[in-house]
């Protein structure tokens, strides 16, 4: 048998007209919209009682797709986004798929329900052939939620909450690609952002993108992608944890650089944001001596300083928790790397995993050559009203070298880092 000829015998048959009806589709009875894009995303479960593979390989093009209606039944012209099945389908067995719906701002104001069904892209809908295959499902858009629970809602139509495996920090929280396998180990304030966003692409999680979209944090942290070790078996968590067959990276930065970060994103240019409140307020709550902050105020960086050097390194947030303790207790680690080197891990994936990867730094605090000799000491407020100053001004603090002290392990972890 020549290679062609071996090629076209391996090639998954078109799947016959006559056994789409045995194919049947069951969803969910509304799928609620939201956002900017008026995106939503509804599971859809696919039972195969044909003696038939049903195989996206086949070249037939298959997806699953909708056609919007009014309250009438009439419907409304417009494209829907088609999603293609994702796996083959055994005779005989089941497949669920997440299935993105997105509501064209045109005909929000008048779109009743949708028809979920199949496509045989560019030839057919199923239900031409079997009228019962496609589901109606009622669109919902709710209203008065702010962005958070916008957020938070949207997230849980794609991924399940509340399912961890009971792995501590940090352990719980390192990212995974088994087919890469790749393992992150995440320290925050060290473009944390930029790396868990590669990670959850690398891992193949369901709908990267919107995780991304909605916020790749709150994503993978509050809801079980995946792509953490906290959403693993435990055993197999355990086991991909001790293994060698691993490259256990992470990315770490000069300790005073990133608790100026820290300071600046989190108490000063975005002191307002509810999340950062979150990591915020017990610290300013502790300084002021009030339940009742002065958020306008703030507190200084000097002040930030001399509440850190009275805590138990453990007990601290975990944007300003020394870095060492991220990776005690984690075997074989490959390689740390340097914030400002972070070119080197790009190369070493395109090298080794023929990964291309920019990995920027997302979240960079502004900044200028304007050096003040009292910043340390000036309130959160009163840095606010001036134009970015250079983060090297709070070197003149005058608890350098307790800092120094106490992250004494940053400092030998940083130096010897790549």
């Not at 495996?165 to 992150?184: D, I, T």
């Not at 453990?314 to 074989?332: I, K």
């Not at 090297?392 to 130096?415: I, K, V």
Request: contains cysteine; aromatic residues 8%; proline residues 5%.
């Amino acid at each position: 048998m020549n290679a062609s000829s071996a090629k076209s015998s391996n090639t998954p048959k078109p799947f016959p007209h006559k056994a789409w009806n045995k194919l049947s589709l069951e969803t969910a009875d509304s799928v609620s919209i939201y956002g900017a894009l008026n995106r939503g995303h509804l599971s859809v479960r696919l039972v195969n009682n044909s003696a038939l593979a049903l195989d996206p390989a086949s070249g037939d093009k298959i997806a699953f797709s909708y056609r919007l209606q009014d309250s009438s039944g009439e419907l409304i012209a417009a494209e829907g986004v088609r999603t293609p099945l994702s796996a083959a389908v055994a005779a005989g067995s089941e497949h669920s798929q997440t299935v993105t719906v997105i509501i064209p701002e045109t005909a929000l104001d008048t779109v009743a329900v949708i028809q979920v069904g199949m496509l045989v892209e560019g030839q057919y809908w199923v239900d031409r052939l079997c009228p019962s295959h496609a589901q109606t499902v009622k669109i919902d858009k709710p209203e008065g939620l702010t962005m958070e629970e916008t957020r938070l809602a949207a997230a849980r139509q794609i991924w399940p909450q509340g399912k961890g495996n009971g792995m501590r920090w940090p352990y719980g929280a390192m990212m995974v690609s088994e087919s890469h396998k790749l393992m992150y180990i995440p320290v925050a304030k060290c473009a944390c952002t930029s790396l868990k966003s590669l990670m959850v692409r690398l891992a193949g999680i369901d709908q990267p993108d919107v995780a991304i979209q909605l916020g790749v944090h709150l994503v993978t942290d509050r809801f079980n992608t995946g792509v953490q070790l906290k959403d693993k078996p435990i055993q197999l968590a355990r086991e991909i944890l001790a293994s060698d067959q691993y490259f256990k990276f992470s990315v770490i930065r000069d300790p005073f650089e990133r608790l100026v970060s820290a300071y600046l994103e989190k108490f000063v240019y975005k002191r307002h944001s509810k999340r950062n409140l979150l990591h915020t307020r017990p610290v300013i709550s502790a300084v002021q001596g009030s339940a009742d902050i002065n958020l306008q105020r703030g507190i200084s960086f000097d002040q930030f300083v001399e509440y850190i050097l009275t805590q138990d390194p453990y007990e601290l947030d975990a944007h300003w928790r020394p870095q060492y303790l991220y990776f005690l207790g984690v075997p074989h680690i490959s390689r740390i790397f340097r914030l400002e080197n972070i070119g080197e891990l790009e190369r070493y994936l395109l090298e080794h995993l023929d990964v291309e990867v920019t990995l920027g730094h997302e979240n960079r605090t502004g900044r200028s050559d304007t050096q003040l000799a009292q910043a340390s000491s000036m309130t959160a407020g009163q840095i606010d009203e001036l134009d970015a100053i250079s983060p090297e001004s709070f070197a003149s603090t005058g608890h350098a070298d307790a800092l120094r002290d106490y992250f004494s392990e940053d400092f030998r972890l940083y130096s010897d880092a790549s």
